[in-house]
């Protein structure tokens, strides 16, 4: 994937909303924390 052009199009949009409608949504509590005492 090439990411010189950020150009929102219609297109990467819907594919972005495709993707996030497909995925499960993410728990607000990760299982892994990266950052310690948090």
Known sequence: MVQNQHQETPE????QQKLESLQPPTPP???TPK????
Do not use: D, Q, V
């Open 12 to 15: 990467f949009k819907a594919i």
């Open 29 to 31: 509590i990760p299982k």
């Open 35 to 38: 950052l310690p005492g948090i």
